[in-house]
């Protein structure tokens, strides 16, 4: 029997709050958006709803929003995809945030690195499109799932507010000039960011101070 292709509400992991989010498809696969932490955490989540990961898809490369993946890999392989850009540095001592997160043990073997022009993936019965954004990281992305009207932006856009652009490879200017590729979207649109609440682009546009 196919699971509907449908969100499943955020887990907040890891000491650092992230939001990983899980996107049922079909066949019993999900998507798992940026594991921060807590892999027995997600591992119960996934066994619970009985879902299988298709398919990691990491918005960038910061140590926060990877923390669980190497966990997940030996409990569930599956190709893992991060930009080129993040995947250069993220898998090495120079992305250990200590105490809080070691650096991982190298580089996955399935991992997947995403170079501009992206071919529009799928996996899991579902289609989504993968938008660079850098300015947060140097290889910050978002994956749009246009089907579901549904946009995760990982720490390039908050509710209110963006991502810092202060840390090794951020830059303000190029972030400023990836926020406005997301007016395109529709308003509608509801991101999920890779901390805090949910918004839609409407509202942030509306009222985000780094948007008006």
């Not at 921060?36 to 490369?61: C, F, V």
Request: aromatic residues 8%.
């Amino acid at each position: 029997m196919n699971v509907k292709p449908a969100l499943i509400p955020p887990l907040v992991v890891g000491p650092f709050a992230v939001n990983c989010w899980l996107v049922a498809g079909t066949q019993r696969q999900a998507l798992v958006i940026d594991p921060g932490g807590d892999a027995d955490k997600i591992l119960a989540q996934l066994k619970r709803l009985d879902l299988t990961p298709a398919l990691y898809l990491l918005t960038h490369g910061h140590a926060d929003h990877l923390g669980a993946l190497e966990a997940l890999l030996a409990r569930h392989p599956a190709e893992v995809q991060m930009h080129t850009a993040d995947a250069d540095w993220a898998f090495t001592q120079a992305n250990a945030l200590l105490p809080y997160y070691p650096a991982l043990s190298g580089v996955p073997d399935s991992l997947h690195r995403l170079k501009p022009p992206f071919t529009p993936p799928s996996a899991a019965g579902l289609s989504f499109e993968i938008i660079a954004t850098p300015g947060h990281s140097p290889g910050g992305v978002c994956y749009y799932f246009p089907d579901l009207g549904r946009l995760f932006t990982g720490d390039t856009l908050f509710a209110g507010t963006v991502g810092r652009t202060d840390l090794p490879g951020g830059n303000g200017a190029i972030l400023t000039q990836s926020l406005k590729q997301l007016a395109r979207l529709p308003g509608a649109t509801l991101i999920h960011p890779g901390h805090g609440d949910s918004s839609t682009l409407e509202e942030e546009f509306r009222t985000n101070p780094f948007l008006t």
